[in-house]
C-alpha cells in the first residue's frame, strides 16, 4: 500500500520568501511517480509538477521545485519568491510504476499556504 | 477546448434520496476517477475505471455506485446507503500508464459540491 504524509497542516510566509512545503512517502514499488498539486478557494485541482522515482534530476517548472531524496522518502515542493496568488492548499500525490491498473493517486491530507503581503 | 466537465457544481439532497453527479471528459482518456475531499483529510478515492464497462472500488466505496458505459462518461450515484455524504467531489481523468507515455498526472474538473439537509 501506498501512503503519502504531510505534517504541516498550515504555513504563513511572507511575500517574495522561499517556502518548502514537505512531503514524506511510503511505498514498496521499486518505481513510482510524485506529484504536487495546487488547490485554490475556488475547488480547482491544479497540477504543479513531476517527479519520477528514477529521475536522476530534481524536477522544476518555473518558479516550482520539487527536492527528492529518495533514500529518505522524502518530495518537497520549493516554491521560490512566493507570490499573494500562492496562497492555496498544496497537496503531495503518488502512483505506482508504469503499468496498466496503477494510474490511481494516493494523496496527502494538503498543507495551507498563507502568503502575507 | 479539451477537459473535464463536472455537473451540478452544487447540489442540495435531502435525507434518504439518491443524487447522480455528472462527470464528462473530451480528453479521450482511459482512466477516469471519482474522489471525495472533506475538510483536513485530503482527497479519498471513491471509485476508478480504466475501460469501458469495467470499474474498480477505492477506498470509501460504501454508499455510492458508479458506471462506465462511455468512455468519456462516468457518472457518481451517491446512494442513501452513503452515512455522511455531504463533501466535495472530483472527477478526475488520465491516460493509460501501459502506453508508456506521459507521467500519469490526473486531469481533475472543478467538482461538485453536495450538501444534505
Known amino acids: 500500500a501506498q501512503k503519502i504524509t504531510q505534517t504541516q497542516p498550515g504555513m504563513f510566509v511572507q511575500e517574495k520568501e522561499a517556502v518548502t512545503l514537505d512531503c514524506t512517502y511510503d511505498?514498496?514499488?521499486?518505481?513510482?511517480?510524485l506529484f504536487w498539486y495546487k488547490q485554490p478557494s475556488s475547488g480547482e485541482m491544479i497540477f504543479l509538477i513531476y517527479q519520477g522515482s528514477y529521475d536522476q534530476q530534481n524536477a522544476t517548472e518555473g518558479r516550482y521545485s520539487l527536492n527528492f531524496q529518495k533514500a529518505r522518502k522524502s518530495a518537497n515542493l520549493v516554491i521560490s519568491a512566493s507570490q499573494l496568488g500562492d496562497s492555496a492548499m498544496y497537496f503531495c500525490?503518488?502512483?505506482?510504476?508504469?503499468?496498466?491498473?496503477?494510474?490511481?493517486?494516493?494523496f496527502g491530507t494538503g498543507t495551507r499556504l498563507t502568503i502575507i503581503p | 477546448d479539451g477537459g473535464i466537465t463536472q455537473s451540478p457544481k452544487y447540489l442540495f439532497r435531502k435525507e434518504g434520496q439518491n443524487v447522480t453527479l455528472s462527470c464528462e471528459q473530451n480528453l479521450n482518456h482511459d482512466a477516469m476517477y471519482w474522489y471525495r475531499q472533506d475538510p483536513g483529510q485530503g482527497l479519498r478515492l471513491i471509485y476508478y475505471s480504466q475501460i469501458v464497462n469495467d470499474f474498480q472500488k477505492g477506498d470509501i466505496a460504501e454508499g455510492y455506485s458508479v458506471s462506465r458505459e462511455k468512455k468519456e462518461s462516468f457518472p457518481l450515484t451517491v446512494t442513501s446507503a452513503q452515512k455522511n455524504p455531504t463533501a466535495f467531489y472530483l472527477c478526475?481523468?488520465?491516460?493509460?500508464?501501459?502506453?508508456?507515455?506521459?507521467?500519469?498526472?490526473?486531469?481533475f474538473g472543478e467538482g461538485s459540491r453536495l450538501t444534505v439537509l
Open positions: 511505498t514498496s514499488d521499486p518505481s513510482y511517480g
Open positions: 478526475a481523468s488520465s491516460i493509460d500508464l501501459a502506453s508508456g507515455s506521459g507521467t500519469g498526472e490526473l486531469f
Open positions: 500525490a503518488m502512483r505506482g510504476g508504469y503499468n496498466f491498473g496503477n494510474e490511481k493517486l494516493t
